[in-house]
């Protein structure tokens, strides 16, 4: 009888795998993702079929981590802007807490490896966001452009928002407020 296998396990794997690929890409070896767990590689491919497995597993594991900190307290009634705030301040916080987290999912998304069902699934607990980008865009608020557009200018806003925060951690507060304005208006007519 196969033993059962286990939670932490499968974290650990998550965890190396998150740092490996936050540091040397998709080129990171299994190997060096099993040794970062401290087990052999041979377990890795007990939790994860192939490395490809790996990677589709990764980017859904962040990704619900990230929708674990953007959905609570998403303000569903409030104007276009400040719901697109909460999102861009939560998603900055976010980053400014996890570099590798962060990191992983861009090295992941610009891999091409990714499964459009792995894409897919990662976007439904997005959902409300989606549908409010959308509306946004309907109603005139937003730019008449693609929303997966929308998405790149805002997440390249955050992105550089994060790394001018992390080397210029003395005004923080103020630098996100005006990443926020600059993603604002990057993203409405």
Same mark, same amino acid.
């Given at each position: ?8 396990? *499968?974290?650990?794997?998550? &965890? ?6 936050? !540091?040397? =890409? ?7 993702? /099993?040794? =970062? ?6 377990? #890795?491919? +007990? ?10 597993? %990764?980017? %859904? ?5 990230? =929708? ?10 409030? !104007?276009?802007? #400040?719901?697109? !705030? ?15 987290? *962060?990191?992983?999912?861009? *090295? %992941?998304?610009?891999?091409?490896? %990714?499964? @459009? &069902? +792995?894409?897919?699934? &990662? ?11 959308? @509306?946004?865009?309907?109603? =005139?608020? #937003?730019?008449? /452009?693609?929303? &997966? ?11 550089? +928002?994060? !790394? ?10 103020? $630098?996100?407020?005006?990443?926020? $304005? ?5 993203? +409405?007519?």
């Amino acid at each position: 009888m196969a033993r059962p296998l286990s939670p932490e396990k *499968r974290s650990a794997l998550l &965890a190396a795998a998150t740092q490996a690929v936050a !540091e040397q =890409g998709v080129q990171a070896s299994t190997a060096s993702i /099993a040794r =970062g767990a401290g087990v052999a590689e041979g377990t #890795l491919f +007990t939790y994860f079929e192939s490395k490809d497995e790996l990677f589709q597993a %990764l980017y %859904l594991h962040l990704k619900e981590d990230l =929708g674990e900190t953007i959905m609570p307290g998403y303000p569903y009634e409030l !104007e276009f802007r #400040l719901r697109v !705030e909460h999102i861009f301040q939560r998603y900055v916080s976010w980053g400014l807490a996890n570099t590798a987290k *962060r990191l992983a999912i861009s *090295r %992941l998304s610009a891999s091409g490896l %990714l499964q @459009d &069902a +792995t894409r897919a699934r &990662a976007t439904e607990r997005f959902q409300a966001v989606s549908r409010m980008m959308e @509306d946004a865009v309907q109603s =005139g608020v #937003l730019l008449n /452009a693609p929303i &997966a557009f929308l998405y790149a200018i805002i997440e390249r806003i955050a992105d550089t +928002t994060i !790394e001018f925060v992390e080397s210029h951690p003395d005004d923080a507060q103020r $630098h996100c407020q005006l990443g926020f $304005h600059a993603a604002w208006r990057a993203i +409405t007519p």
